[in-house]
């Protein structure tokens, strides 16, 4: 082969490898911690979010969701979202709870009173004002709220008012103001990691617990549970939330179609999250649970003086009445 052909050949060969499109190698990549597993609402959410924003940047974006912890748990998830070290993420309330606990009265029995309360809290004046705080101290973003469902007492005896409860055994995660409340309506709290309820329950070190349906379901608390009491004393959330420092580094239009998607997955697992909890007590029912419905104003009534005691104790001043008074 003439040399010239050679060295034409080469130089074709080199070009081509320097003027590959940018679009080819260029992929934006958004990972998404969560501390969730699958199979349940806010990750359909997720992969949602993943899919609309997939699509809306034209394949320029490539979203990674990282389940059950595997980039740490709700500490280390949050720390990362401060530092900027992970782009976007799912997880409960550990952003206030470790973080900034003076703010967490919203997550206490009896606090929220319904689901109709709950968004009153979270889109109006006061959710913006926790929000914010996570923006101006930590650099977060708060971009989206899942509701969870409502937590709910098992027992094996029916339980229909505060008396009811009285000296029954009570798992408890370590957490003092959920143990003061239901000390306050006399049930006697046992503190347990959550891996290990089952076994307390089948074993008698504790006779009742509380939980979302969807968990009483699918950790089949069932099994050593006969009475599902719909008291509904704690309406629980997951936030979809984005690192401002990464978020700042990207253009107007990205900005808004992260945004944009982030609120659409949240509306999404919003919808699944409402059917999901009709459709677990329907199954519950089906396993053999009987179903209460006690009085709850009587709970409410009753906890009230000690709800008053914690605002004083470990909530930011007035913050609990602000909750409570919303109408």
Wanted: aromatic share 10%; hydrophobic share 40%; net charge neutral.
């Amino acid at each position: 082969m003439n040399s010239k052909i050679k060295i034409w050949i080469i130089a074709a060969a080199i070009a081509g490898i320097f003027f590959v499109p940018l679009h080819a190698t260029a992929k934006m990549r958004i990972n998404m911690a969560s501390s969730y597993g699958p199979g349940n609402p806010v990750h359909y959410g997720l992969e949602k979010f993943k899919e609309l924003v997939e699509k809306r940047s034209n394949g320029e974006m490539e979203v990674f969701i990282h389940l059950l912890g595997s980039m740490g748990g709700e500490r280390d998830i949050f720390e990362a979202l401060s530092s900027g070290s992970v782009e976007t993420a799912a997880m409960g309330s550990g952003d206030i709870s470790i973080f900034h606990p003076e703010y967490l009265c919203y997550d206490v029995p009896y606090v929220i009173r319904d689901v109709d309360h709950l968004w009153k809290f979270w889109n109006g004046p006061l959710g913006k004002e926790i929000n914010d705080v996570l923006l101006k101290r930590d650099n977060v973003i708060v971009g989206g709220i899942v509701y969870r469902g409502a937590r709910n007492l098992t027992t094996n005896k029916p339980v229909k008012t505060p008396a009811d409860l009285n000296g029954l055994k009570l798992r408890l995660p370590e957490f003092k103001p959920w143990v003061e409340v239901w000390k306050s309506l006399g049930a006697r709290p046992t503190v347990v990691p959550f891996q290990e309820v089952y076994m307390a329950l089948k074993t008698g070190v504790a006779e009742a617990q509380e939980n979302p349906a969807a968990s009483i379901y699918s950790l089949k608390f069932y099994e050593n549970q006969k009475y599902l009491i719909l008291t509904e004393h704690l309406h629980g959330v997951a936030k979809y939330e984005i690192s401002k420092l990464w978020f700042d580094t990207l253009k107007e239009d990205e900005q808004k179609l992260v945004m944009g998607a982030m609120k659409d997955a949240a509306t999404y697992a919003n919808d699944l999250s409402l059917k999901a909890d009709v459709e677990f007590k329907k199954k519950l029912a089906e396993k053999g649970m009987i179903i209460i419905e006690p009085d709850k104003e009587a709970f409410i009534k009753a906890v009230g003086p000690t709800l008053e005691r914690l605002s004083k104790e470990f909530w930011v001043p007035g913050l609990y009445e602000r909750i409570r008074d919303i109408k």
